[in-house]
C-alpha cells in the first residue's frame, strides 16, 4: 500500500516538473493544427471556385502560423485566380490582386529558398502579369528544385511562348507531356507552337488526340479547323468549323473562320476561266481631229503664202511730181 502511494506521488512530481515544458508543446501542436485546418478549407474552396473565401481560410493559417512558407505561396495561388476570374470586368482589381499574389509568393521563396512550390507558383503569376522573363527564371529554378514536376516545363513554355521561341516551347510542353500525358492543355499549347512554325500536321495530331478524349471540345474542333484551313484543306475546315458551332454557336471568330473556308473552296472548285481575245483595233479613218488640225494648218499656211505673192506682183504706185 505504501509502495503504491509513493508511485502516485512521484508520479505528481514528475508531471508537476515537465508541466512547463509540456504547455508550450502543447499549445504549438494546437496552433500549427488551426493552421493546417485553415490551409485545407482554403484547397477546397479554390477547388470550388470560391476564391476570395479562400484567400480568407489562407490568411487565418499564416497568422496561426506565419513561418510556413506554403501558406504564403497558396494565398498567392487564390489571389491569382481571383485575378484571372474577374479580369473581364474589373481590370483594376485584377491587376491589385496579382500584384498582392507575387508579393505572396515572394515572401514564400524568402522563407522556403530551396522549395520548388513557391517558384512554380510565382511563376504562374507572372505569367499572368505578362513578365515572360520573370517567368522563365522561376520556371527554371523550380526545375533545378524538382526535375520531375511537369508543371514546371509547362509554365516554362508558357514563358517562350510568351517569348515567342516556338521550338523551345515545343521541346518543354513535349516533356510535361511525358511526364504527366492526361493534361490535355499542354497538347493544346503544343499545338499552338506547331502550327506557328507551319508544322500542321504535327499541330493536328495534338488536337486529334484532344478530341479522342473529349470529342466534343468546341475549343479543339475550331482550333483543328483553322488549322486545316491553314493547310488549304477547306472541306475538313469547313467540317470542324461546322461542328464547333454546333456546340458553341456564339462562337464568332469560328463563324468567321468558317465563311473565309467556304469561300476559299468554292474558289479552288470554280472551272478556270476562258481566256478572253484581245480586241482587234478598229480601223481608223482619215478624218480625225489630228487630220483636220493638219489639213487647216495647211490651209492657212497656203493662203499667206498666196497672199504675199500676190502682194508683191503689184505694181508701185506712180511718184508725183509737180510740173515748174
Wanted: hydrophobic share 40%.
Amino acid at each position: 500500500m505504501r509502495t503504491t502511494t509513493n508511485q502516485i506521488r512521484l508520479l505528481i512530481v514528475v508531471i508537476l516538473l515537465s508541466a512547463p515544458g509540456v504547455a508550450p508543446l502543447w499549445a504549438a501542436a494546437k496552433k500549427g493544427n488551426a493552421a493546417a485546418e485553415h490551409a485545407s478549407k482554403g484547397v477546397e474552396l479554390v477547388q470550388q471556385k470560391q476564391y476570395d473565401a479562400a484567400v480568407t481560410e489562407f490568411t487565418a493559417a499564416i497568422q496561426a502560423d506565419p513561418k510556413n512558407a506554403r501558406y504564403y505561396a497558396s494565398r498567392g495561388a487564390a489571389l491569382r485566380a481571383a485575378a484571372v476570374a474577374i479580369a473581364a470586368t474589373d481590370q483594376g482589381n485584377s491587376q491589385a490582386k496579382l500584384q498582392q499574389a507575387l508579393a505572396d509568393c515572394a515572401k514564400a521563396v524568402e522563407l522556403a529558398p530551396n522549395d520548388y512550390f513557391s517558384y512554380m507558383e510565382r511563376s504562374q503569376v507572372e505569367l499572368s502579369l505578362y513578365q515572360y522573363d520573370a517567368a522563365l527564371a522561376d520556371a527554371n529554378k523550380t526545375i533545378e528544385l524538382k526535375a520531375d514536376e511537369p508543371t514546371g516545363y509547362k509554365f516554362r513554355g508558357f514563358a517562350y511562348i510568351g517569348l515567342t521561341q516556338w521550338d523551345k516551347a515545343v521541346a518543354d510542353f513535349t516533356s510535361a507531356i511525358e511526364k504527366k500525358p492526361d493534361d490535355m492543355q499542354n497538347y493544346d499549347k503544343r499545338a499552338q507552337c506547331y502550327r506557328e512554325l507551319k508544322q500542321y500536321d504535327q499541330a493536328i495530331a495534338d488536337y486529334n488526340t484532344i478530341l479522342a478524349r473529349d470529342p466534343n471540345n468546341a475549343d479543339a474542333l475550331a482550333k483543328r479547323g483553322y488549322t486545316y484551313a491553314l493547310k488549304q484543306d477547306y472541306e475538313k475546315a469547313i467540317a470542324d468549323d461546322e461542328a464547333a458551332l454546333k456546340l458553341n454557336p456564339a462562337d464568332e471568330q469560328t463563324v468567321s473562320r468558317l465563311q473565309y473556308a467556304r469561300t476559299m473552296l468554292a474558289a479552288q472548285n470554280a472551272p478556270p476561266p476562258t481566256p478572253t481575245p484581245a480586241p482587234t483595233p478598229e480601223p481608223r479613218g482619215l478624218v480625225t481631229p489630228l487630220n483636220v488640225g493638219i489639213l487647216l494648218a495647211a490651209v492657212l499656211i497656203i493662203a499667206i503664202v498666196v497672199k504675199i505673192v500676190r502682194d508683191r506682183s503689184k505694181p508701185e504706185p506712180p511718184t508725183s511730181s509737180r510740173i515748174r
